[in-house]
């Protein structure tokens, strides 16, 4: 089969077009003809070799986690999905290795859902891994209606699923991201923030009293530290960085802080896929990119400015 994939770390020139074998179906898998590949952040942390000490690596590597096509064959045991269903999934796995810039992806069924009826499928790969995380990073911090949250990088991939979820649930959403992105926050149903201006500043414009809660998408600790002013007390802070330092004074204060790193929950894509069938879940794809320019896509992603995700085609789609 056709990947993108890299034989050794590098920059995006890295990613090659090969010829390697298709996945094999095991007892719980569902062997997926891809029809696109979402393209996130980590992809780039992989093929740059920043996650070597988290994961085993082997070459060649085929990058990527999210993957959305169409039922090729299922393991035995596989009892919720059947040749030719329309499907998408968050395909990480515990070695970096078999990855989704591929003609065909095998997934574990307990990390599959049925794809959004409403969009095409090249729109579906954008869903799975953003839109998880903006569901955990939310269910982390406890959110309820009503309360007044503050995303550290609202426009992103994960941003753009954050506010609508938050907004959907009747809590206010502040974000973060450059003025270019003001009206699209806008259109979410944000209160967009300039991330070059002052921050706290703007906050406290619009809510004097503070936030109940803080997502850190973007900016990590700096970002995280520079609005600790306009946290109330007994705020929650959530990362999907790493642990979010709360300072001495912060501790006092009763801040509390937790880390996200998303679980490939295929019960809950499901739920995340209904709702964008239902209009309450808008996925926003910013560009794509035939299988033999991924390294394109990547170069995308690192010149930033952009909004929502990009996805990789695959085959004719």
């Known amino acids: 089969m056709k990947a993108a994939a890299i034989a050794g770390f590098g920059?995006?020139?890295a990613i090659k077009l090969m010829d390697l074998p298709?996945?094999?179906?095991?007892?719980?898998?569902?062997?997926?003809?891809?029809?696109?590949?979402?393209?996130?952040p980590v992809d780039l942390?992989?093929?740059?070799?920043?996650?070597?000490?988290?994961?085993?690596?082997?070459?060649p590597i085929i990058l990527g986690w999210d993957v959305a096509g169409v039922v090729e064959a299922v393991g035995p045991a596989v009892s919720r999905f059947?040749?030719?269903?329309?499907?998408?999934?968050?395909?990480?796995?515990?070695?970096?290795?078999?990855?989704?810039?591929?003609?065909?992806?095998?997934?574990?069924e307990e990390s599959v859902a049925p794809a959004p009826e409403s969009v095409d499928l090249i729109k579906a790969s954008a869903l799975p891994l953003a839109s998880l995380t903006a569901l955990q990073t939310m269910d982390s911090l406890k959110v309820v209606s009503g309360e007044t949250v503050l995303i550290?990088?609202?426009?992103g991939g994960v941003g753009s699923f954050a506010v609508q979820l938050l907004v959907g649930?009747?809590?206010?959403?502040?974000?973060?991201?450059?003025?270019?992105?003001?009206?699209?926050?806008?259109?979410?149903?944000?209160?967009?923030?300039d991330r070059h201006g002052d921050v706290a500043g703007q906050v406290r414009a619009v809510a004097?009293?503070?936030?109940e809660a803080v997502m850190d998408l973007a900016g990590g600790p700096e970002a995280v530290a520079a609005t600790l002013s306009v946290m109330k007390d007994r705020a929650r802070v959530c990362s999907i960085l790493g642990p979010p330092a709360i300072t001495?004074?912060?501790?006092?204060?009763?801040l509390k802080g937790s880390y996200v790193f998303v679980r490939p929950y295929g019960s809950q894509l499901s739920e995340l896929s209904a709702m964008v069938d239902a209009g309450s879940l808008r996925i926003h794809l910013h560009g794509k990119f035939p299988l033999e320019k991924a390294a394109d896509a990547h170069r995308a992603i690192q010149a930033g400015g952009h909004r929502g995700k990009f996805a990789i085609t695959v085959g004719d789609s």
């Open 45 to 59: 942390k992989i093929r740059e070799g920043r996650l070597t000490s988290r994961y085993p690596h082997h070459f």
């Open 248 to 254: 001495e004074d912060g501790v006092a204060r009763g």
């Open 82 to 108: 059947r040749p030719g269903d329309r499907v998408c999934a968050y395909a990480r796995k515990s070695c970096v290795e078999h990855g989704t810039y591929a003609e065909f992806v095998a997934v574990a």
């Open 11 to 13: 920059g995006p020139d």
């Open 208 to 211: 004097p009293e503070g936030v």
């Open 152 to 155: 550290h990088g609202g426009s």
């Open 22 to 40: 298709e996945p094999l179906v095991g007892p719980d898998i569902v062997l997926i003809r891809t029809a696109a590949a979402g393209v996130n």
């Open 169 to 193: 649930l009747g809590a206010k959403a502040l974000a973060t991201a450059s003025p270019g992105s003001a009206d699209y926050l806008r259109s979410l149903g944000a209160v967009p923030i």
